[in-house]
């Protein structure tokens, strides 16, 4: 059994005003003033801290909006590492491992969950780095696995349904004006040419009214 | 293994060939029918909270589980071939509706001369006219032969569209470059994403003739022949890789499960894992006897049957001849044997991606919603001046785009890939971006093509199908040419900022092409070069029926859905009105 690990957020951090889902339970966090401690399922918390950290260098908490840490990338890349992607349950996984041409993909043996462990080895005291160190030594490794890994994974932590613990507050979609999962846009499709149309976001949650198990879940 | 009791027939795959044969079979006749599907069972109602884009969109849970199961594929066939182990160029679904839950149910017909492509080709042209190592074949059937089936088609999808030839009369606004129809389509036109209507006044002021593209994802509420009602498309931008939420995109679970399950003579047993035809080679003719399979239990099983269909999309109709040792396996060295030959792939590329100072709503459309034009894909094209051979159609759809996959698409003047430049880049860009599209025709060549691969196995054991598989020059002119003229169009569409398509090199299967990978038992007027004849019937087993694009000889610019159904429909009618009263060859 692994030592439990939380990593600790503060409402200011999320941006204090979101609703999260934590534990399966939602907390409204801009009700809280204390921090919270989320248990974390793959992470170490020096290995979260230094996730955190490098997603919001690939998606800063700048001018133009909120980014990773508002989102909570770090959190969803925990869960999804945790569940059966992060243990390729449906990559095929059978050997020779071969190299190959790029056209043919990915041909490696390791696991997201190996390549991050790996990649994060060379990162340690990232977090501790000044956003221009971050940068530098991000610059580094911009060609690794590991890196695209951590790029594709701060997005979909950024835009996802926040049922899989990234978008947290949907401050990501809100950042590009995406709705989520609206159950019609018959009367929109035609009216809105050229201009934005830009209906305030739901969840998958909110929209349906039904709980929906994430993939992360599932064994 | 156990036996279990025979059955008429067995029917291997339950997506939208092998459900419709089964739906066919069953309302009209009393045959004991067993549908074998490999993945889960599903239904319409399943699809009320799926709207969901990473574990649906990007974590494919609707497609072929590769940890049990994939292909490898090579360039050429002096390489060694390497497994496909994560999605990529192609997404077959897996269980009942296969792919056909996924779908953008974009409906187009081929064009009339695709069916007789050799000869009309060399007629026009002359013998030398294809390349030099094609390997093009007539299928054995003309357009005209095939028109009524594909009627039927339209109306059990309720395909909405606009007709451009009724019985040859052009009518403005349809795609006049089409086969004739003997009807409009059964329903009209979609509601039209802002992206399309751009594409279609720029198409239409360049002197094309953009029409509405034709849409299994209806516009309004149907009913259709077999009683099926269904209600019309909400735009909400769900459809690939997701079934429809409101059950406006035609689907096997919508359109052919609800007829099926209220008939008693049809069984839908999910999670069997089919392996292998079993045939009698001694008898007169030759005959299957059945298939094995391996189900849920984990049991082994053989169910005899009287009439076998394989349903099972290209890769594994294909497969399960290799591994059960029918007929003879293609061998592109001598030319001899047929299983496995003419594998093809549409030209699909992202021909111009542009991007203007105007939001576009991208998140409302639908798969199919959208504005094509055709002018160079049409079996009376003017050829001078070009230097490849058949064309394809251009098309701009308004998919319904997600933040996951469609973030940070930019212009190539910016360099950043990660960090603020790039983070605010990437906003501004966002609903600000749209591809115009070039779908091509494929031709066959003698090196592309499947067999068995030496070295990988699935997760019982059995030997993977291997791809040798690549792009030539007629395919790298092709989007040569396509290239610039989707730029000038995305130009007059008034778009700040255009990425042209770089150009096709080596077969990529790390990118989304399309899911229409056909050949491998295709169909033809002879034994000596096809494996079925336009019946689907197999030459040398008569009561084994071969269902879906492995049939097709060569690869159309259309979408393969519709000719898949239209010839489903046409076998279904010969063993109905003819081989169940005479047994036997029915071409």
């Known amino acids: 059994m692994r030592r439990r690990h939380f990593l600790t957020l503060s409402a200011n951090t999320l941006g204090g005003f979101l609703v999260y ?18 248990p974390l399922r793959f992470f170490t918390e020096a290995e979260a801290l230094i996730v955190a950290a490098a997603a919001s260098r690939i998606l800063p908490s700048d001018e133009s909006g909120p980014g990773a840490r508002e989102a909570g990338v770090a959190i969803f890349i925990d869960r999804q590492l945790a569940g059966p992607y992060g243990r390729d349950r449906f990559r095929y996984t059978q050997p020779p491992f071969e190299d190959a041409p790029r056209e043919l993909g990915y041909q490696g043996s390791a696991t997201p969950r190996q390549i991050y462990r790996d990649g994060l080895k060379g990162l340690q005291g990232f977090h501790f780095l000044a956003p221009a160190a971050q940068d530098e030594a991000l610059r580094k490794i911009e060609s690794t696995m590991f890196f695209s890994l951590l790029r594709q994974n701060t997005i979909e932590g950024m835009f996802c349904d926040p049922l899989h613990g990234g978008n947290a507050g949907m401050v990501g979609w809100q950042l590009i004006g995406f709705p989520g999962p609206r159950m019609s846009n018959f009367d929109e499709i035609e009216k809105y040419y050229g201009k934005a149309f830009r209906p305030k976001p739901v969840s998958l949650r909110q929209a349906t009214g039904s709980k929906v198990r994430p993939s992360e879940d599932e064994p | ?37 490999r993945g889960p069972s599903r239904r319409a109602s399943d699809y009320s909270t799926d709207m969901d884009e990473l574990d649906y969109a990007i974590r494919f849970r609707m497609m072929q589980d590769l940890s049990k199961e994939t292909v490898t594929l090579r360039h050429d066939a002096a390489r060694r071939a390497l497994p496909l182990r994560q999605h990529g160029a192609f997404l077959p679904g897996s269980g009942v509706g296969g792919s056909g839950e996924h779908w953008n149910a974009q409906v187009p017909r081929f064009l009339p001369d695709c069916f007789e492509l050799l000869t009309k080709t060399s007629e026009k042209y002359g013998a030398n006219a294809l390349p030099e190592s094609h390997a093009v074949r007539d299928w054995g059937i003309t357009y005209n032969e095939l028109e009524p089936y594909y009627t039927r088609v339209d109306k059990l999808l309720g395909t909405s569209g606009q007709a451009g030839n009724i019985r040859g009369k052009l009518l403005d606004g349809g795609n006049i470059f089409e086969g004739w129809r003997s009807e409009a389509y059964p329903t009209p036109p979609t509601k039209m994403p802002y992206f399309s209507v751009l594409f279609r006044d720029a198409a239409k002021s360049l002197g094309y003739h953009p ?7 209806i516009s309004q509420t149907y009913t259709n022949p077999d009683g099926i009602s269904r209600g019309g498309c909400t735009y909400c931008g769900f459809c690939a890789r997701f079934g429809c939420m409101v059950g406006a995109k035609a689907q096997p679970t919508n359109l052919l499960l609800p007829v099926i399950e209220k008939r008693s003579n049809v069984t839908l047993r999910a999670g069997a894992w089919v392996r292998r035809i079993l045939f009698d080679a001694v008898s007169k003719p030759a005959a299957a006897r059945g298939v094995s399979y391996v189900a849920s239990s984990g049991d082994e099983i053989f169910q005899p049957a009287s009439l076998v269909f394989l349903a099972s999309w290209t890769f594994n109709n294909t497969r399960f001849l290799l591994l059960s040792g029918i007929g003879e396996p293609y061998d592109p060295a001598t030319g001899r044997g047929t299983v496995g030959s003419n594998l093809t792939h549409q030209v699909t590329v992202g021909a111009a991606t542009a991007f203007f100072d105007r939001p576009l709503n991208r998140f409302m459309g639908s798969g199919s919603a959208g504005v094509l034009f055709s002018d160079f894909d049409r079996d009376d094209l003017d050829r001078s001046g070009l230097n490849f051979m058949r064309g394809g159609y251009f098309g701009a759809r308004g998919y319904g785009f997600q933040p996951i996959g469609a973030f940070g698409v930019l212009p190539n003047s910016i360099k950043a890939t990660w960090g603020s430049e790039w983070k605010k880049a990437a906003i501004s860009c966002y609903d600000r971006t749209a591809t115009i599209g070039f779908a091509g025709e494929h031709l066959a060549y003698k090196t592309n093509f499947m067999d068995l691969d030496p070295v990988y196995k699935d997760a019982l054991g059995d030997p993977l199908l291997r791809l040798t598989l690549d792009w030539r020059d007629n395919e790298r002119k092709m989007a040569a040419f396509a290239t610039p003229i989707a730029v000038q169009v995305a130009r007059a569409m008034g778009a700040r900022e255009i990425n042209p398509f770089p150009g096709l090199h080596s077969y990529d299967a790390t990118h989304y092409n399309s899911t229409h990978i056909q050949g491998g038992t295709i169909m033809g007027d002879s034994p000596a070069h096809s494996v079925v004849s336009p019946y689907l019937q197999h030459w040398q087993l008569p009561n084994l029926f071969i269902l879906g694009g492995s049939t097709f000889p060569q690869n159309a610019s259309a979408n393969p859905t519709p000719t898949v159904l239209a010839f489903v429909y046409r076998a279904a009618d010969a063993i109905v009105d003819r081989y169940l009263k005479h047994p036997g060859p029915l071409a």
């Open chain 2, 1 to 37: 293994m156990k036996t279990l009791p025979a059955v008429d027939a067995v029917i291997v795959g339950g997506g939208w060939a092998g459900l419709l044969m089964a739906k066919e079979l069953a309302q009209r006749t009393s045959l004991n029918i067993v549908v074998l599907e």
């Open chain 2, 211 to 217: 029409y509405p593209a034709p849409s299994a994802n």
């Open chain 1, 21 to 38: 889902s934590l534990d399966r339970k939602a907390s409204l966090l801009s009700a809280q003033h204390k921090p919270i401690r989320v």
